[in-house]
């Protein structure tokens, strides 16, 4: 029985053919700026709504949408209508086990952020080019497989952090890494998030809407019953499906640190969170929620020349003190949040992504000489840059190499987080009684990244993966 030939052989060998012809360039027979269906990638879509919509408009024009996946009919209506020719699914297992499946060169996954990991997993096991929403993924041990499989896959990966694609992003590393401010020691990164509920009692059972598989959005979770306090946004907020404000927003203010210091994996990491009432000195139990704010130290080692150095996170509203030398109406960060660098010969402050960077004092700008340009610059748009990428042209802004531990210090900040918040009745004690709990979590963590486990209080390793729901 003959083999099947595949669409990329087919197009290969049949440009080589052509070869004997005349060869007329593809902007000649399709004006400038055509783009040749040959040169387009088939690209699949787990996750159709929400932020697909922006992902979608910047690649369409240059790339065939050939398949769709959504477990909510509602949030993917409008690609549905947009692309009525693409191949529909709702489980993204069945996807890949389809005919379909042989003819996707790259797949977008723009799920929430627990079935990451599993659909990213499937993509590179079929070895297609895969594009991932932030954070890479829900918990660190998946991290470290996506890492292996992308490894071995051997395919253009991307994650969504966007500013990786900006050129202030860039900037702000060749500023720091020509010693603008001398060595770094202390970064200091904030954001307004959460901008959607936490520190919240489990709600209860509700009546699944119309359109919705609520099973399949479950995915690897553990059994919930379905609340509309999850869906379609507030799911961040929740353990078991989000990774809280750190997690959605971490991948982009700390990127331009993490890039501009050259970092990797964190050695020690403490956290504090607020507490949650229930009643006058009752202390809530919501283990299920994010706590409505934290801040967490990150210590990183020495590195390629580098000094150790901490990096302090703060969400929910709180934030360091303005430094001294920001004037009192000159702003601090913008309302997303911001990033402070503390080093040797003085401070810089950027917002997210790494823009609007400047000096401190900002006056001493002008007598500042911006160092040459030395990290890449990229012309398109974050997701296009994967795409480009995909077919040969460039390379890829976030791959998951550099993705990867990214994450995993994002996602130890977090087992940090949930440790604070660990509650144990203290001996001969009710959960009425005065003063009830015990709080053995609350340490400065060692991490050994690599044996992928807390060191010194062992219960944290509960949080570095999780057991997965049965037929995930």
Not at 140 to 153: D, F, N
Not at 225 to 253: I, K, N, Q, V
Not at 273 to 288: I, K
Request: charged share 25%; aromatic share 10%.
């Amino acid at each position: 029985m003959s083999k099947p030939i595949s669409r990329r052989h087919f197009l290969k060998n049949t440009s080589l053919a052509a070869a004997g012809f005349t060869i007329v360039p593809r902007h000649v027979l399709g004006g400038k700026g055509f783009t040749a269906p040959s040169d387009k990638l088939n690209i699949a879509l787990i996750g159709c709504g929400g932020k697909a919509g922006g992902h979608i408009s910047n690649v369409k024009k240059h790339t065939n949408i050939v398949a769709l996946c959504d477990v909510d009919d509602r949030r993917a209506k409008d690609a549905f209508e947009a692309f009525p020719k693409a191949a529909r699914f709702r489980d993204f297992r069945r996807m890949f086990d389809d005919p379909i499946a042989s003819t996707i060169d790259a797949v977008m996954v723009t799920t929430p952020d627990h079935t990451h990991a599993p659909a990213t997993l499937l993509a590179l096991e079929a070895q297609k080019h895969v594009y991932t929403e932030k954070p890479l993924t829900h918990n660190i041990a998946e991290a470290r497989q996506l890492l292996a499989a992308a490894k071995k896959a051997g395919v253009v990966t991307q994650m969504g952090n966007q500013g990786a694609s900006m050129d202030c992003n860039a900037e702000v590393a060749e500023w720091i890494q020509s010693g603008a401010i001398g060595d770094v020691t202390r970064v200091h990164v904030w954001t307004n998030r959460p901008v959607w509920p936490q520190g919240l009692p489990t709600p209860a059972q509700e009546t699944v809407p119309e359109g919705l598989d609520w099973n399949l959005w479950l995915g690897p979770a553990p059994q919930r019953a379905y609340s509309e306090r999850y869906l379609p946004f507030r799911w961040r907020g929740w353990w078991d499906f989000g990774t809280g404000a750190l997690g959605d927003m971490g991948c982009h203010l700390i990127d331009p640190a993490y890039r501009a210091l050259k970092l990797t994996y964190p050695t020690a990491i403490e956290a504090s969170a607020t507490t949650v009432w229930s009643d006058e000195f009752q202390e809530a139990l919501y283990a299920d929620s994010c706590p409505p704010s934290s801040m967490v130290r990150m210590e990183f080692p020495a590195r390629e020349g580098m000094p150790a150095c901490e990096l302090w996170w703060y969400d929910g509203g709180i934030r360091p003190m303005r430094p001294a030398e920001l004037g009192s109406d000159e702003r601090f960060g913008s309302w997303d949040g911001g990033v402070l660098f503390e080093g040797s010969k003085g401070k810089m402050l950027c917002d997210m992504y790494g823009e609007n960077a400047t000096l401190l004092p900002t006056k001493s700008m002008k007598d500042f000489d911006k160092p040459k340009k030395f990290l890449p610059r990229y012309k398109d748009n974050h997701q296009m840059v994967w795409v480009n990428a995909c077919k040969g042209e460039g390379k890829a802004s976030s791959p998951f190499e550099y993705a990867v531990p990214l994450t995993e210090a994002i996602l130890i900040g977090n087992l940090a987080v949930r440790c604070f918040d660990i509650k144990k009745l203290g001996k001969g004690k009710k959960p009425d009684s005065w003063q009830p709990w015990d709080y053995p979590g609350r340490l400065r963590l060692e991490w050994d990244a690599a044996a992928m486990r807390i060191t010194n209080f062992d219960e944290a390793n509960a949080f570095v993966g999780r057991e997965t729901r049965q037929g995930w």
